[in-house]
């Protein structure tokens, strides 16, 4: 197949999403593809090759957008007309909230990943979480609020809030943002106004959230079915940005070791929030699971990193697939929705 890879972007995420667009290349390379690089943060024309793909230890700011004129360039770009498929390896902002599906889709471009309609809800913390409840995927209390609210004049409005509905220990981040960016543990009310400014810099609402204590869980779905679970153990604090992306700092079980009775029902709950959200191909479904064997869904990220340390390479592994069969078993049910098959 001829594949066109976007990669890069402008959100706080662009160093995860070229990271995982370079690790998407020497799969699909490594198979004999055609795979060219597209960054739609990049002026037209420019080498989007990453040769240097890096994650540091905190997310970088937004980029600032390119002109008007040149903001849908990479859209008529030569690798994308003639591309089989678009792999998107682009996270957060318009990469991962239907923005970019919606133009492709319009242009007739078959691309990996969930649609438009996916791709939005699943961004979008505090409607997620309303369609778990409908579908009975159990979810932590929350509340929403405004970016004004996050101020220090409106932050003891808060505080109140969350002694009368949720009570401390919270957690604190971006209602539209992934890979923990803005994350924040408020472990009683002299930590909230530093949490609520870290959120309220990546702009939109902020979700505060009731901590659930226990141990951290994900599971990744393809093609509708639920992989092997994978068991995050953080070194020395929370799984938060730093500890996903520094080698180190986070050890993983692939496949956990669960009770398999729980196990059946964390397999079962991912696939009920995929279905739920309208998502499709693949998807990473975090949980919480507490003391008592209870689980709780967090989010479902319907484009889940494809870097060295990223967790549905590791439960694919466990399942016995490579990550180059990973890669391009998702390419292929993105071709089967054009009705090309690959060579």
């Not at 599971?219 to 953080?234: K, Y």
Request: glycine share 12%.
């Amino acid at each position: 197949m001829k594949v066109a890879v976007l990669l890069g972007g402008d959100s706080p995420e662009r160093d995860v999403s070229l990271a995982s667009g370079a690790g998407v290349m020497g799969a699909l390379r490594s198979r004999g593809h055609d795979v060219c690089p597209v960054d739609p943060a990049l002026p037209a024309g420019t080498n989007a090759e990453p040769r240097a793909a890096k994650i540091g230890e905190q997310p970088g700011e937004a980029m600032a957008p390119l002109s008007p004129e040149e903001r849908f360039a990479w859209l008529n770009a030569e690798p994308i007309r003639s591309a089989d498929i678009v792999f998107i390896a682009l996270h957060g902002g318009s990469g991962e909230d239907g923005t970019v599906q919606a133009l492709l889709e319009a242009a007739g471009i078959a691309y990996t990943g969930s649609g438009i309609l996916g791709s939005a809800l699943a961004m979008n913390k505090d409607r997620s979480k309303a369609l778990f409840r409908e579908s009975l995927v159990q979810t932590a209390p929350h509340f929403l609020i405004g970016a004004a609210e996050a101020g220090l004049s409106g932050a003891s409005s808060v505080r109140e809030r969350i002694e009368g509905t949720l009570a401390f220990p919270v957690v604190v981040k971006p209602n539209c943002q992934g890979s923990s960016v803005g994350f924040s543990f408020v472990r009683n009310a002299d930590g909230l106004d530093d949490a609520l400014r870290l959120a309220a810099r990546f702009g939109g609402d902020l979700l505060i959230e009731r901590y659930v204590p226990g141990r951290e869980i994900t599971a990744a779905v393809l093609g509708g079915e639920a992989l092997p679970l994978v068991e995050i153990i953080p070194e020395g604090g929370f799984y938060d940005y730093k500890r996903k992306y520094t080698k180190g700092s986070s050890r993983y079980v692939a496949p956990a070791e669960l009770d398999e009775s729980i196990a059946r029902r964390l397999r079962g709950e991912a696939v009920r929030a995929f279905d739920a959200l309208a998502c499709r191909d693949y998807a990473r479904v975090d949980f919480r699971l507490s003391p008592e064997g209870e689980p709780y869904c967090l989010e479902v990220n319907t484009l889940p990193g494809m870097t060295g340390l990223s967790l549905v390479p590791m439960a694919a592994k466990a399942a016995g697939i490579a990550f180059e069969d990973l890669v391009e078993r998702i390419c292929s049910m993105a071709a089967a929705r054009k009705g090309k098959t690959r060579s």
